[in-house]
């Protein structure tokens, strides 16, 4: 079975501080894992994959990810915040064998806060 | 943009009522997906299709039906509402086998009063 646990729902930065969200999942195959980022009153937004090629992804907006598989974990990473970043992120398994449906199965959230 | 849109984008209704929405596609995409979105639930799988009357249950799908008759509609019936189908309704689209990432459409806001 495919789970995400997101181990925070709230992290808040300062504006140029680094940004760690923290995701570790569970899944019976080798996985494809994904971010989304969802501004307020906004759809859900494709940030990074990872598709068991490179393990470390690079998304948009500066964001990148890093599979470990040792400790089963995907999280995200930025740099340098931006205000503009603040907004709710999702990370997401999907079962990639034996299945061509494609379901994903999302964790609850990080709310990300970005201060002045 | 992947060419989703979803309507009415927002609604209101009273219990008891049955309801409808309607996701549309303009790139003629295999799979789609209906969610639902609470707060601190994430997003949660109601039902899906992988073809043109080809449909299966996600994991919330008591409550509700969907139909697609055509590739590029996949619609949501509420045949009853109830107060706790208050939610933002998300459809999505995937490409095909070889692409998980899905794409999300714009969302519709449904209170049920």
């Known amino acids: 079975a495919q789970s995400v646990t997101q181990l925070d729902s709230h992290v808040s930065v300062s504006e140029g501080t680094p940004v760690l969200l923290r995701c570790n999942y569970s899944?019976?195959?080798?996985?494809?894992l994904f971010w989304y980022v969802q501004h307020p009153n906004k759809g859900l937004q494709l940030l990074l994959k990872?598709?068991?090629?490179?393990?470390l992804v690079k998304g948009i907006n500066g964001f990148e990810a890093e599979f470990k598989k040792s400790e089963t974990s995907f999280h995200l990473t930025k740099p340098s915040a931006h205000m503009s970043d603040a907004a709710e992120y999702f990370c997401?398994?999907?079962?990639?064998?034996?299945?061509?449906?494609?379901?994903?199965?999302f964790g609850r959230g990080t709310q990300l806060t970005v201060w002045p | 943009d992947a060419g989703i849109t979803q309507s009415p984008r927002h609604k209101v209704t009273e219990t008891g009522t049955p309801v409808t929405l309607r996701c549309h596609q303009t790139e003629n995409h295999r799979y789609m997906y209906w969610y639902r979105q609470d707060p601190g639930h994430g997003l949660r799988l109601i039902h899906y299709s992988y073809g043109v009357k080809d449909t299966d249950k996600g994991e919330v799908s008591d409550g509700y039906s969907v139909s697609r008759s055509k590739t590029e509609d996949f619609l949501l019936t509420l045949e009853s509402a109830t107060s706790s189908q208050t939610s933002v309704y998300f459809c999505a689209i995937r490409e095909g086998e070889g692409h998980n990432e899905q794409f999300f459409g714009p969302g519709t806001r449904l209170t049920v009063l």
């Open positions: 997401v398994v999907s079962d990639t064998r034996g299945s061509t449906l494609g379901r994903l199965y």
């Open positions: 990872y598709t068991s090629a490179a393990t």
């Open positions: 899944s019976s195959y080798s996985p494809s």
